[in-house]
């Protein structure tokens, strides 16, 4: 009895949020995030050409767990007014959105410009506009021109004299209106699960190889990127470029063995590092442990060159601090158990790379089985920020939960809260410099692989009517107050009732 009354006292002081601080800097703000082929439909419309999303849903539907695609998705592409109103409902700061390449240049080149992909884009700003509401742009959210995958993609380094030719015309275009830029989301996710792996498009699944002729490219394109706002636009503009760097944060299982917490690092320096370390670091390039594991492992596999290769000095130096702020997303950790070969790591790979054994046993539930609830990784990977990469100032340009279409949605409001919560004590307690929040996302849209079975909208939308209505669950009210109290909401309505009767008892 006694051990019950203590179990469910806890779970009480965690569900009523008694955290030491609740209230943000002066300062800090609070956007949402969308990315164009999860929201904007429109697929074939108007002039946009097919990517590499379009390809993969129609060529291979059995890919997708529940079929569907962004044939429609949101119908954004109609419905951006709605959006907007869903923003000001909201009262955020700021919108994070992205911009679709094969939508504005549909050979992916720039010997064409889509005069209506032009006007699309100008439509939603001059809307955000009207309402303050500051737009978030990134450049390169996942959906490539097939056209370019045709070529080879970002195994291609050609591509680094595309991306610049379509970031031009993008800031030239846009530029006036926009202050702040991301180059590419998620390289990691873009590399290893699109060219290593099958769990993105194109699904190229050249492991170990394909991943790596990726990072080079792509390292290289966002730099040179960089040096041409910074040198063209930024002087006129006044906006500021990141790059946003996803990571699953990696935890020993036991802290108590050295093993376990050495492997964890070189964990965080494959996810994080590969990307983060030729940017943020003062010595610049690849993590020097990347380099060497992958070149022991390419001298085992009987290779003349390593499938990884650290770039040249002139690289180095070209790639190394080029990004005015450390953009992070950040949603899961997952656990180190000891040395080896991952069981599900392919040959070569990035995973056998590592050469440790991982577990997503840890943490609470989501609706995506990657998923797990453990907010106090979340401050570990933002501290380790702050003393990998002197201390940068940091984004977070996305955080969120999935669920299965509930509008009550309690399990994503105390994931708000507890990650909100780890935010501000890393602020206050550890004087990490983190400037804003991001939550994925505005409404429910399509989540890749998962379709529409895994929804991580604050709002609801139902895919099933063409007029695609969205609902507000309880999170967006959550969110509402968080965006006008700059405080974590502590409401008793924001908490799960199955909770609060139990804590009665
Ligand atoms: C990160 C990606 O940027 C976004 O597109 C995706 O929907 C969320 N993670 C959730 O998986």
Redesign the pocket.
């Known amino acids: 009895m006694a051990y019950w009354t203590t179990i469910i006292g806890l779970l009480a002081l965690t569900q009523l949020g008694l955290a030491k601080y609740t209230k943000f800097p002066e300062g800090f703000t609070f956007g949402v995030a969308t990315?164009s082929h999860?929201i904007e439909g429109a697929w074939n419309v108007s002039g946009k050409s097919e990517n590499v999303w379009d390809r993969l849903t129609h060529t291979r539907p059995w890919m997708i767990a529940d079929g569907t695609n962004g044939d429609i998705a949101c119908d954004s592409y109609n419905r951006y007014r709605e959006d907007v109103e869903e923003l000001v409902y909201l009262g955020v700061d700021f919108y994070r959105l992205s911009l679709s390449w094969a939508r504005i240049l549909p050979t992916g080149r720039i010997d064409y410009v889509n005069p209506d992909g032009i006007r699309y884009y100008n439509d939603l700003l001059n809307a955000l506009a009207e309402q303050n509401i500051e737009p978030l742009v990134t450049l390169f959210?996942?959906d490539l021109p097939q056209a370019l995958q045709d070529l080879g993609g970002w195994a291609n380094p050609r591509m680094i004299d595309y991306f610049q030719d379509y970031a031009d015309l993008c800031f030239r275009e846009f530029g006036d209106r926009i202050k702040s830029w991301i180059t590419f989301?998620?390289p990691y996710?873009i590399c290893e699960d699109a060219y290593g792996d099958e769990k993105k498009a194109p699904a190229i699944d050249s492991h170990g190889v394909g991943n790596y002729l990726c990072s080079d490219t792509l390292l290289k394109a966002h730099a040179e990127v960089f040096h041409l706002y910074n040198e063209t636009y930024r002087p006129v503009q006044n906006g500021n470029i990141m790059i946003s760097i996803?990571s699953i944060w990696y935890e020993p299982s036991d802290p108590a063995d050295a093993e376990q917490v050495a492997l964890a690092e070189i964990a965080n320096q494959f996810k994080f590092g590969w990307f983060a370390h030729p940017i943020f670091s003062e010595e610049g390039g690849y993590p020097a442990i990347m380099i060497e594991n992958v070149a022991r492992q390419s001298a085992a596999e009987g290779l003349r060159i390593p499938r990884l290769q650290q770039f040249d000095d002139y690289w180095i130096d070209r790639i190394r601090g080029t990004s005015d702020i450390l953009g992070i997303?950040h949603?899961t950790t997952h656990l180190i158990t000891g040395p080896g070969v991952d069981p599900i790591a392919k040959s070569p790979s990035w995973l056998k790379d590592i050469g440790a054994v991982t577990t997503m046993e840890v943490g609470g539930d989501s609706a995506?089985e990657w998923l797990r609830i453990v907010p106090t990784g979340f401050a570990n990977l933002l501290r380790w920020c702050k003393s990998s990469y002197n201390d940068p100032p940091i984004f977070i340009t996305?955080n969120?939960c999935?669920d299965r279409g509930e509008l009550e949605d309690y399990n994503r409001i105390k994931y708000f809260n507890d990650y909100l919560t780890e935010i501000l004590n890393v602020i206050y307690d550890d004087g990490v410099n983190v400037l804003g929040y991001t939550a994925?996302?505005l409404m429910d849209?399509f989540?890749?692989r998962a379709g529409f079975s895994e929804r991580?909208g604050l709002y609801y939308v139902n895919i099933t009517d063409p007029e695609r209505p969205r609902t507000a669950k309880l999170s967006a009210d959550y969110y509402k107050q968080l965006c006008a109290t700059r405080e974590i909401p502590q409401d008793d309505r924001f908490k799960d009732p199955a909770l609060r009767v139990r804590t009665e008892l």
Do not use: I, K, L, M
């Open positions: 990315a999860q959210h996942w989301n998620e996710e996803n997303n949603y995506s996305e969120g999935s994925w996302t849209n989540e890749w991580f």
